[in-house]
């Protein structure tokens, strides 16, 4: 039977005890509140990018008669300490959860950490730690039924999306015989869809080979092209091009919330508003029902000033005015003049958000002008 390698991603716990060095001062402040669906994608993040699992700690000891089971190893902390959190109580065992797929696993992996988001209360201020594992590509019910057993050894959740409709009906039956719970993420919807269409299902994963590439693939290709061409003011002649066009003073986040809807399939060009520097006349000739005015909070905006003019090498006594928080605040008045001038562009406050909570702005503003919804008045800020 091959062997499979396990790629567990172990989530942050922030109420586990840190080891501080001797002498080093403690803050007891509480930390500053911020954006819930920030912290939620960060943790998302952190997930996706987590360190290897030790092979050697999946192997399962040979056990003499009478012999009590041991721990689970995945149920075991990673050090001493992070059984206490910093309020004294304790931490409870790290909970696994495999995610299986005969695709990429993007879809289940992404529905796992929307499902987490809903549990912040626990993640992060009672300290339950989850260890995730994906699993992709598993076309093969000898591997599937691999790590369904090393499911049941764990205790763990197994959430599956598996086109292939006798891969998860072996799924199904091999959890129910060995106790595991479980979720199929994609068979409820793709029966509900196929009774509404009167059409019965590929069974064939997304990127399977033989399976063409869709019209939608090309034009994500081809708007993450167009967008990387027109970022930062390039190419003004093209903006009657885009589908969305967004301007702000630098480090509103324009790039990369250009480059996030571009991937979506969106042509998107961004325009900065630079004091002392003509705005092209293009911007104002477009369709002004897709530009987007982006805005911040100016101490906000004077941090990450600082953070950036420190990684190109700026010195403290350089003489710009870059990260200066009256200049900052010049600019923004400058820029909040220009977008009384357009009051058909909605302004959107990108202060403690995430780019994906500001993309679902746009995209919903958007949505309701195409499709001309009842929408309320667009001089309010988002």
């Known amino acids: 039977m091959p062997t499979l390698q396990l790629c567990p991603t172990i989530l942050p716990i922030r109420s586990c005890t840190q080891t501080k060095s001797e002498g080093a001062p403690q803050n007891p402040g509480r930390r500053p509140k911020i954006s819930p669906q920030l912290n939620r994608w960060s943790r998302a993040r952190s997930i996706r990018s987590g360190r290897k699992l030790d092979r050697s700690s999946l192997r399962t000891p040979t056990l003499e008669p009478n012999q009590p089971n041991p721990p689970s190893p995945l149920s075991i902390?990673?050090?001493p300490d992070d059984a206490v959190s910093d309020?004294?109580?304790?931490?409870?065992f790290a909970k696994s959860i495999y995610i299986v797929s005969d695709g990429t696993g993007w879809t289940a992996e992404h529905c796992v950490n929307a499902a987490l988001g809903q549990f912040d209360y626990c993640l992060v201020d009672h300290g339950c730690p989850v260890n995730t594992h994906l699993f992709s590509g598993i076309d093969d019910a000898e591997k599937l039924l691999e790590i369904i057993k090393q499911c049941a050894k764990e205790g763990a959740l197994l959430v599956y999306t598996l086109a292939d409709s006798s891969m998860a009906s072996s799924a199904k039956k091999a959890c129910k015989l060995w106790g595991?719970?479980?979720?199929?993420?994609?068979?409820?919807?793709?029966?509900?869809i196929a009774?509404?269409?009167g059409a019965s299902p590929s069974g064939l994963p997304r990127g399977a080979s033989g399976v063409p590439l869709s019209d939608d693939y090309f034009r994500r290709i081809e708007a993450v092209e167009f967008t990387i061409k027109q970022d930062d003011?390039?190419?003004?002649k093209n903006l009657a091009k885009a589908d969305i066009v967004l301007t702000g003073v630098s480090r509103t986040g324009k790039t990369p919330l250009s480059i996030y809807l571009a991937q979506k399939g969106y042509k998107v060009a961004?325009?900065?508003?630079?004091?002392?520097?003509?705005?092209?006349?293009?911007?104002f000739e477009v369709d002004p029902w897709k530009v987007f005015a982006l805005t911040i909070n100016p101490v906000v905006l004077q941090n990450i000033r600082k953070t950036r003019a420190k990684t190109l090498g700026f010195s403290s006594e350089s003489t710009s005015n870059y990260s200066e928080r009256d200049h900052?605040?010049?600019?923004l008045e400058y820029a909040g003049r220009i977008f009384a001038q357009n009051p058909v562009w909605p302004i959107i406050d990108v202060?403690?958000?995430?780019i994906e909570e500001t993309a679902a702005v746009v995209l919903r503003l958007y949505h309701d002008r195409k499709h001309k919804c009842l929408m309320p008045r667009i001089s309010k800020r988002y």
């Open 77 to 79: 902390p990673l050090d």
């Open 87 to 92: 309020d004294g109580a304790d931490v409870r």
């Open 180 to 192: 595991v719970s479980f979720t199929d993420v994609l068979g409820p919807i793709t029966e509900a």
């Open 195 to 197: 009774t509404h269409l």
């Open 233 to 236: 003011g390039a190419c003004p």
């Open 270 to 283: 961004n325009v900065p508003i630079v004091m002392g520097v003509e705005m092209p006349r293009t911007l």
């Open 328 to 331: 900052i605040r010049e600019e």
């Open 351 to 354: 202060t403690a958000k995430a």
